[in-house]
């Protein structure tokens, strides 16, 4: 496997030049363990991604922050969407006596956070009816943790079909699905994730449908992909958003922070944030 670059050192972040519009990387990841795979971060991986994040002046937005054009930043500022699929449990995992497993990604992030706290636990994990994170009566409390430090709680379906090979009512429900079990954690989603990225044969759906007498919308539907999304003040609102695989092959996480390093690419970058 390839190295990635050396991280570039810390930027002085506050007075690098504005650039509003440029791009912002929405990263998907899936698991992580001792050894990187398909669908697996490694989680020394997952270290370097954040330190290389950080030292390229990136700070972690949610998905419906960077859609709705509030992002938390300040002056010189990258954002960077982190998403996590499937609520699976290597993403966050409490360990008997409570605490946060130091190897799941959330326990890897807050060690990071310790020492950058301005690169906060703030992710969208898009969730499975799972718990959600797959310990049996531990869902309610790391949702609470997670919305805690800044994190977003989305939908990702309530049975992780294929959208395109199901009827238009079963594309209804595995959307619905997610307002209900949410609605227990105190959560209305705002974004969405597909199962395999795969778009419904009737598309609109994805714009809203009423259904049992409520409004099922979203403010965006994530896909996978491969490249980062334009600045939000160039992007519609209710759009579909594109991610970056955070592996290290072709159009990955490597790859494309190798080509805002070497300046291919532009990052936005936030200007004044007192412009009323
Ligand atoms: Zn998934």
Redesign the pocket.
Known sequence: MALPVAAPPPANVPSRPANEDGLVPILMY?RTGPVEKYMVRSEANFKEDLARLYASGFRPVTLAEYVSRKMPLKPGESPVVLTF??SAVSQFRLLKDGTVDPKCFVGLWLAFARKRPDFPVRATF?V?PNGPFEQHGLGAKKVRMLLGWGSEIAW?SRT?VDLSKVSDSRVKSELAYGFEYLADFGVKPKTF?L??GALPKNRALLRGFDWGGRRIQFEAIALAGSAPMPSPLRHPRLGAVQRIQAYSGPYGVDYWLNRFAHGKRAQYVQGPTDRG
Do not use: E, K, R, V
């Open positions: 899936h699929d499937d898009f499975n990702h992780h994730a199962p395999y």
